[in-house]
């Protein structure tokens, strides 16, 4: 949201970061959510390098710009992991805060061939909303990136085939939410199992419900943010 300030994007980012702790979306020291500063193109935070996502405070953020040089902080900053981000946020400035993680189940659903199936209502927060990138190794090199970014579109979700997934939010409130819908939608896929019986509702159904869950716009996720929030606190 452009009428926060950094102070606030800073204690929302790093709440982000230990929720995700908390809900077991952390991969030891790797992956990263990032947000954009308002009012100052190209600059972004993202945790320092070697921290555990439940170690990242709001004063330990480091400010880069999109090559993931650090702007202010104390880093290191993996460039590495950040070529996706600086990516994602130079193509989409919509994208606030993007999410880059490797939780089990979506990883479980990118190696599906028929990704994520519209078997759920949360699974149809993203009908006609995700999409997928092949995986090609580690390294995410330049021509990787354009296809990165072609894959993504306009899209709020990407699955990376067998790695993880991406998701990009017009607030941290709605990039965090559009996650744990994301999780829990391949959590109830690989528990219905087989493709096959499975019952799947009528397409047009499908894209009603997709616009109703969607009817909030740029508020998604704003309501359900102190909820989460009351999660850290209650653990505390």
Same mark, same amino acid.
């Given at each position: 949201?452009?009428?926060q300030t950094e102070e606030e994007v800073r204690?929302?980012?790093?709440?982000a970061y230990r929720l995700a702790a908390m809900k077991g979306w952390d991969d030891g020291i790797y992956t990263h959510i990032t947000a954009s500063i308002p009012n100052e193109e190209g600059a972004y935070l993202i945790n320092q390098f070697g921290l555990r996502f439940d170690e990242v405070l709001p +004063?330990?953020?480091v400010k880069v710009n999109l090559q993931g040089e650090i702007i202010?902080?104390?880093g290191p900053v993996n460039k590495s992991g950040?070529?996706?981000?600086g990516a994602v946020h130079a193509a989409r400035p919509d994208a606030a805060c993007v999410l880059h993680l490797h939780v089990d189940a979506v990883i479980?659903?990118?190696t599906q061939k028929q990704g994520?199936?519209?078997l759920s209502q949360h699974a149809l927060r993203f009908y006609g909303d995700i999409e997928r990138h092949r995986y090609q190794g580690l390294a995410l090199s330049a021509s990787e990136q354009v296809g990165l970014i072609s894959a993504l579109g306009d899209k709020k979700a990407l699955l990376l085939e067998n790695h993880g997934s991406i998701i990009c939010g017009v607030s941290i409130q709605q990039a965090f939410y559009l996650m744990d819908v994301l999780d829990k939608a391949c959590k109830i896929q690989l528990l219905a199992g087989e493709a096959e019986g499975l019952i799947v509702p009528d397409p047009a159904i499908c894209r009603m419900t997709y616009e109703q869950l969607c009817s909030d716009g740029e +508020? +998604?996720?704003q309501i359900e943010w102190p909820a989460y929030l009351s999660l850290l606190k209650n653990s505390d």
């Open positions: 949201m452009t009428n204690i929302n980012l790093a709440a +004063e330990n953020l202010s902080g104390i950040f070529a996706i981000h479980a659903v990118s994520l199936l519209p +508020e +998604e996720g």
